[in-house]
């Protein structure tokens, strides 16, 4: 009796779960991203656990030197990397609806520049950020079997952002002030699915932020000349290099080999993707990317190609390259001889997933 209620326990054991791991490592002109996704099936075909870790590393800045008094310079500054962690959960409530949700947060970052004067007065400059953030998500499919099947997603991101800014002057105590920024991201996507291999996608994305992000956590003009005059004559020749130091804290960077990298705050995002699946081993996606960004910083155009394959029936991998064009002008058409030009990039991302 015992051993048949053994057998009969073993045999009605639920199945074993499934897990899929990935990494993604994207490289561009000085910028650097890595990520890690997991997911853990918590409910056969329903619930599902996702975890991930990111680190990215916005491009160096360039240092200055005075032409006419090399002892007069700002030094060059390597960004420290910013990591993120998020825990997330996904349910399936029917083979139409799915509903997610995540938390996130990155750890405080600090970058520091050293100022010195001729006479050899210094000064330390420092800027840092940490976030954290929320998320939800819902999505529904159609899941039929026509040869024309839809979905619409839609989606809203709060993240708040704590900038700090500090200096350390002669004789003064070191002064740090911190100031949140609230970013609210609502997103909305429709998608096409043509015969089963083809998908056509639409997503728009709109980015409201409590303060402007260009100065949220910068130093201003005011704090910089009060710097400058404890190290005169610093401030007269190197003020404008100095600003550089605080794109870090407020550039809020994110960079991969689809949506490109963040050149400036966005205010809109647009994407248009087409995707197509060659036989059962291939798949290949095009998209491009219009980012408006917010007044005064210009807009960009992004054009991404990302080519999957899959190797074995656990294992895939994916390569991905963007072209990025930025304009730094609202109106291009009014550039004067002294405002900024366009400039152009690329991200090439590469990555792997396995199934467990």
């Known amino acids: 009796m015992v051993r048949s209620f053994l057998v009969a ?7 074993a779960l499934s897990a899929a791991l990935s990494a993604e490592l994207t490289v561009g002109k000085g910028s650097l991203a890595v990520n890690l996704f997991g997911e853990l099936e918590l409910s056969p075909d329903e619930t599902y656990l996702t975890a991930c870790y990111g680190l990215t590393r916005s491009p160096p800045i360039e240092g200055y030197v005075d032409p006419s008094d090399p002892s007069l310079a700002v030094p060059p500054l390597t960004p420290a990397p910013n990591h993120q962690l998020c825990l997330g959960l996904d349910h399936a409530f029917s083979r139409h609806w799915l509903v ?3 938390a996130s947060f990155s750890p405080a970052t600090v970058d520091r520049i050293t100022l010195r004067a001729p006479d050899g007065r210094q ?3 420092a800027t840092g950020r940490q976030s954290m953030g929320l998320s939800l998500a819902a999505a529904y499919e159609s899941a039929g079997l026509s040869s024309l099947e839809w979905g619409v997603d839609g989606s809203l991101n709060g993240t708040l952002h704590r900038l700090t800014r500090g200096v350390d002057l002669p004789l003064l105590a070191p002064v740090f002030r911190t100031e949140p920024l609230v970013v609210v991201r609502p997103s909305l996507g429709v998608v ?3 015969r089963d291999d083809t998908e056509v996608s ?9 303060s402007d992000p260009v100065t949220a956590g910068r130093f201003s003009d005011e704090q910089l000349e009060a710097i400058g005059a404890r190290l005169a004559p610093l401030v007269t020749r190197v003020a404008d290099p100095l600003r550089a130091i605080d794109l870090v804290a407020t550039r809020l960077y994110q960079a991969d080999a689809v949506s490109g990298f963040t050149s400036a705050p966005i205010q809109v ?4 993707t087409l995707s197509h699946r060659f036989g059962s081993r291939l798949r290949g996606q095009l998209a491009y990317t219009f980012d408006r ?3 005064g910083e210009g807009f960009s155009h992004v054009l991404s190609t990302k080519w999957t394959v899959r190797l074995t029936d656990a294992l895939r991998a994916w390569a991905a390259l963007a072209v990025q064009h930025d304009e730094p002008l609202d109106q291009p058409e009014l550039r004067q001889m002294d405002d900024p030009r366009p400039s152009r ?6 990555g792997a997933e396995v199934s467990l």
């Open 202 to 210: 639409l997503r728009g994305t709109y980015f409201w932020y409590s």
């Open 100 to 102: 997610s949700s995540a």
């Open 269 to 272: 995002e647009s994407r248009l």
């Open 192 to 194: 096409l699915v043509i």
């Open 123 to 125: 000064a330390v400059l």
């Open 293 to 295: 960004h917010v007044p």
């Open 345 to 350: 990039s690329g991200l090439l991302t590469v």
């Open 9 to 15: 326990a073993l045999l009605a054991s639920p199945p």
